[in-house]
Nanobody, 119 residues
Framework: QVHLVESGGGLVQAGGSLRLSCAASGLTFSRYHMAWYRQAPGQGREFVAVIRGNSAGTTDYADSVRGRFTIARDNDKNTVYLQMNSLKPEDTAIYYC???????????WGQGTQVTVSS
């Protein structure tokens, strides 16, 4: 059974930093593309960042976070990270981790972690 467990969320002032972690189990982690999404109150879930698996390691970011957020993975620890710097109030959301394999035929989601940025 696959589990994704996010951690590291919290309350931070604008301009501050947080590092989110997502620990995965029950899957061959290195083969999966790992992504972060977020959902603000009253809005849909939106893409934040992705880091690809199968040794590619390439990354993509939403325009709204590029240059401020960095995604990374540690295949030995089955963990993906999201380093968030220069946080803004509009970054306030629940942040979700997603694992995807085989063109999205297999997808798994974590339960989310709350990030709140105060102005």
């Amino acid at each position: 059974q696959v589990h994704l467990v996010e951690s590291g969320g919290g309350l931070v002032q604008a301009g501050g930093s947080l590092r989110l972690s997502c620990a995965a189990s029950g899957l061959t982690f290195s083969r999966y593309h790992m992504a972060w999404y977020r959902q603000a109150p009253g809005q849909g879930r939106e893409f934040v960042a992705v880091i690809r698996g199968n040794s590619a390691g390439t990354t993509d970011y939403a325009d709204s976070v590029r240059g401020r957020f960095t995604i990374a993975r540690d295949n030995d620890k089955n963990t993906v990270y999201l380093q968030m710097n220069s946080l803004k109030p509009e970054d306030t959301a629940i942040y979700y981790c997603k694992a995807a394999f085989n063109g999205g035929l297999l997808e798994y989601w974590g339960q989310g972690t709350q990030v709140t940025v105060s102005s």
